[in-house]
């Protein structure tokens, strides 16, 4: 029995389901009888804690950017930011018009609020002069948002200049001279006398256009031109008649119905009426939108803008997000597009105000900008743009209308884009890392929703992701969203399975180990993300081991904090979690944290047959495993200790000649004496784990022996756990081997209760009743008599339960089982039962049955 006995102190999987359960993850069923025979345990572990932040920052408050390097979070904003320099001057006061009749229309409240209307043609004026450069100026100028930071299509460089068109567009720089260029005579034009006085700037210039449209153009020019001069003489009629009846139709739109609501709402701003100023707000988004006067196309636009951004100096939050609800819907770009997301990022920044922004649309027009925006014309106004929206996603309700949004797709696609770039110019772009920071912490919260893990998949994002770490490897920052991205998501196989995929990942992790060795909160989720990709993924284990440096780099961070933690625990005090799903305790201990991720790691990787005894030849991995199982209790640091033994279980698996281990079986029995006498059960089952690998020794067993602990494991077969009765059966397979323990079983009264284990357990878990048949097969190892062995009424029983589990027909049968097996679970337990248990049944069933005598033992003559 000596070499089925090594065979037998390997451990059950530590799944406690119902045998009859099929396998989670489908493997075929020889798999599944060796992976539960494996003394080799991978280690759970709890997401490392992540404190909520008191207060809402642009950044980290553990951040290395200097405050000269990173956009602030706090600024002052008003009206005044919207528009440019020249266009009125600072102090506000307005200029005299330029001969003109007086303006007849307007209320006195709106004439600091309002710009001012375009003067009125005179008709006993003389007819001007007028290039049909300046014309074509005027007209591009209210047309400039055709090449505006939004439009994607062209070369980077036709987006920067879009941009500087729009940029001049909204701050409606309009007194630069302009030089005609001498390329032709000059042309005549009489002005149009306009009959509106209300008529804004825009419109002047649109129907001046459509004048010179009409007017033939100088041969001199035609001949100029080329193909190019042509095509606007034979279309200019056709295009000059359609926007003149488009500029009615907005004029008259303008006229009757947007400019009473601008002057209404310029004089409840005055007023401070806020109620009254919201419902007109939200009426002239809706009269524009039903319309089609959003965007860049409508004729007005210039006008409403200049009065919106004068509205803007209130501090009413919820007004001010209806304002900025108009503005973006404009599509402003150049400077006004970044005090806009300012703006919202200021309103946004108060958790009070997260209720406003699920009002309406504004979320969806959040998106849209982020969407449509350049990332290089406009990367800081994406930063307070999606800097908002990870505010944002920290609120529950607004969480999950963002996903609904398809915000991670939106976020995935810009974070491509900056990857692209990046590429494309060969050189990394740190601006875009202050955008990457926001998008990563958004994405964090957002992996938590339903549709998350799929979506994740879907676009790529982990693949990104993992670009970044290569990227931005010195962004902290970054680093740190990325990481507890990683460690959400890899809790589940398919995001688990999808990072495990990208080789570089390794490699990346690794190298940012080494580079923040004393960064806690960064190392902790590396050691977390690494524990998770080598729980159960064989090529993972192969693939972080084979990268270089990869162990000494995890060794040395075991040993860098089992250092620390002697110096004395870093503990931050308890604060309300980031999500439910984050466990909380009374103080956390980051370094004892990182102790913990990172000895999963190694344990889990010593799984791994071809790197185990590696990780068993390192002397420091040892040492440091039973320094801190002997320095630390039991009752204040649980998860450490109880992964410090399994890690130390795993690796007394290997026994090669090169194991740092084997030479200090004895000193590892001492160190673990002390846990299988406390009253915590998961210490005892990880200590008689260990005690199931160290007892294969003579020595260990003698000195256990010693200490009691076989009979200590005779009575845990008591126990109503069914892992730990698996267990402690596998250690007394080992002490039976020696001849002069096994009358101990029977004095303890441990054959009685093998039997009672047999007979509870028997159909419901085939490998725990196999255990049990081979404890007493070495027990009862060159006995003469099975009712002396086992006791006459004991050898019966055991006779009788052994014969009808070998049956298979009475063995096998679910029929009375509360519920219905499937085919497929139906042949596991079937290859289970014969593989597992009928051999080792069957051989102590012949056993019992060749030594059994009909005759009862007669009683000892002194007890007559």
């Known amino acids: 029995m000596q070499e089925s006995t090594m065979d037998l102190g390997q451990k059950k999987s530590t799944l406690s389901r119902p045998f009859y359960e099929p396998p989670e993850n489908k493997a075929t069923s020889s798999q599944i009888i060796n992976e539960a025979r494996s003394s080799l345990r991978t280690l759970g572990a709890t997401r490392p804690f992540t404190p909520r932040d008191e207060q809402r920052h642009l950044f980290p408050t553990s951040t290395n950017r200097t405050p000269e390097s990173r956009p602030p979070s706090s600024f002052s904003l008003n009206s005044r930011h919207f528009e440019g320099p020249d266009s009125r001057p600072v102090s506000g006061t307005r200029l005299s018009p330029l001969d003109h009749a007086p303006r007849t229309t ?22 001007s002069r007028r290039s049909a450069n300046s014309r074509h100026r005027i007209y591009s100028q209210q047309n400039s948002d055709v090449t505006s930071v939004y439009s994607r299509e062209g070369s980077a460089g036709s987006q920067r200049s879009g941009c500087v068109a729009d940029a001049k567009e909204e701050n409606l720089v309009h007194d630069k001279p302009i030089v005609r260029a001498h390329s032709g005579p000059k042309e005549r034009t009489q002005p149009l006398l306009l009959e509106d006085e209300g008529s804004s700037e825009v419109k002047e210039a649109t129907v001046r256009l459509a004048g010179s449209a009409n007017s033939p153009p100088s041969s001199a020019g035609s001949h100029r031109s080329g193909s190019g001069g042509t095509r606007r003489s034979s279309i200019g009629q056709s295009r000059t008649g359609s926007l003149g009846r488009l500029d009615e139709d907005t004029d008259e739109l303008y006229n009757q119905k947007v400019a009473p609501m601008l002057e209404q709402m310029a004089a409840l701003s005055k007023k401070k009426d806020c109620d009254r100023f919201l419902v007109l707000a939200g009426n002239l988004y809706n009269l524009l939108e039903e319309n089609n006067c959003l965007g860049k196309h409508f004729h007005h636009r210039s006008t409403v803008l200049k009065v919106i951004f004068k509205l803007l100096d209130v501090e009413e939050p919820r007004l001010l997000l209806k304002l900025a609800r108009l503005i973006l819907a404009f599509r402003v770009g150049g400077n006004n597009l970044l005090n806009v997301c300012k703006l919202v ?20 027009l959040l998106l849209d900008t982020i969407r449509g925006a350049d990332h290089q014309v406009s990367c800081e106004a994406l930063i307070y743009c999606v800097g908002a929206v990870k505010f944002l996603t920290g609120n529950a309700t607004i969480l999950k209308r963002l996903a609904r949004l398809d915000c991670i797709k939106v976020l995935a696609t810009l974070m491509h884009n900056i990857i692209k770039t990046n590429k494309e110019t060969g050189k990394v772009g740190d601006q875009f890392g202050h955008i990457l920071v926001q998008l990563a912490a958004a994405l964090r919260n957002l992996a938590d929703t339903n549709s998350g893990r799929e979506q ?3 676009h790529h994002v982990v693949e990104g992701l993992t670009v970044l770490i290569e990227t931005y490897p010195n962004d902290s920052d970054l680093m740190l969203y990325i990481s507890r991205i990683f460690s959400k998501v890899t809790l589940h196989t398919d995001c688990s399975t999808a990072l495990a995929d990208q080789h570089g990942c390794y490699k990346s992790f690794v190298s940012l180990l080494k580079r923040y060795l004393k960064k806690e909160d960064l190392v902790v989720r590396l050691c ?3 524990g998770n990709l080598t729980a159960k993924n064989e090529q993972a284990r192969q693939r972080l081991f084979q990268e270089k440096d990869a162990l000494d780099v995890l060794l040395n961070v075991l040993r860098t904090y089992n250092d620390m933690d002697k110096q004395g625990a870093h503990e931050v005090p308890a604060e309300p979690p980031l999500d439910e799903s984050t466990e909380n305790t009374s103080s956390i201990n980051k370094v004892e944290d990182v102790l913990i991720k990172v000895i999963r790691v190694l344990a889990n990787l010593s799984i791994s047959e071809d790197v185990g005894p590696f990780i068993a030849a390192s002397p420091q991995c040892i040492t440091n495993l039973l320094h801190i199982i002997e320095r630390k209790d039991i009752t ?21 000649k090169q194991s740092t281990v084997t030479p200090q079986h004895l000193t590892i029995a001492q160190s673990m004496l002390k846990l299988v006498l406390t009253s ?13 690998n160290l007892t294969r020794h003579k020595p260990v067993r003698d000195f256990l022996s010693e200490k009691k602990v076989d009979a200590i494991m005779v009575t845990l077969l008591d126990s109503g756990n069914r892992e730990l009765v698996y267990v402690a059966c596998g250690v007394l397979i080992n002490f039976m081997i020696d001849e002069e323990r096994r009358p101990l079983l029977k004095q303890e009264g441990g054959v009685t209760k093998c039997i009672e284990v047999l007979r509870d357990f028997g159909r419901e878990d085939w490998q725990l009743c196999s255990t049990v048949c081979k404890v007493l097969c070495n027990y009862s190892t060159h006995m003469t008599s099975s009712a002396n062995t086992f006791g006459h009424k004991e050898a019966q029983l055991l006779s009788d339960l052994l014969i009808e589990y070998l049956d298979k027909d009475a063995a096998l049968d679910l029929s009375q089982h509360p519920i219905v097996v499937e085919d497929e679970v139906k042949a596991y337990i079937h290859e289970i039962w014969e593989t597992d248990f009928c051999p080792v049944a069957s051989q102590l069933l012949r056993r019992i049955e060749l030594h059994q005598c009909d005759l009862e033992p007669l009683e000892a003559p002194g007890s007559l």
């Open 106 to 127: 307007g209320v006195a409240d709106l004439e600091s609020i309002l710009p001012p209307k375009p003067p009125t043609s005179d008709p006993n004026r003389p007819p």
């Open 345 to 364: 990022f200021k309103v946004s920044r108060n958790e009070k105000n997260d209720s406003y922004f699920l009002e309406e649309n504004l979320l969806n």
């Open 456 to 458: 994740f998949i879907s």
């Open 528 to 530: 977390f993300v690494l």
């Open 636 to 656: 204040e640091s649980e998860e450490l200790i109880l992964n410090c033994v399994a890690a130390v279980n795993n690796l007394t698996y290997y026994t090669t």
């Open 680 to 692: 915590n059960m998961e210490a005892i089952l990880e200590t008689a784990r260990v005690f199931g």
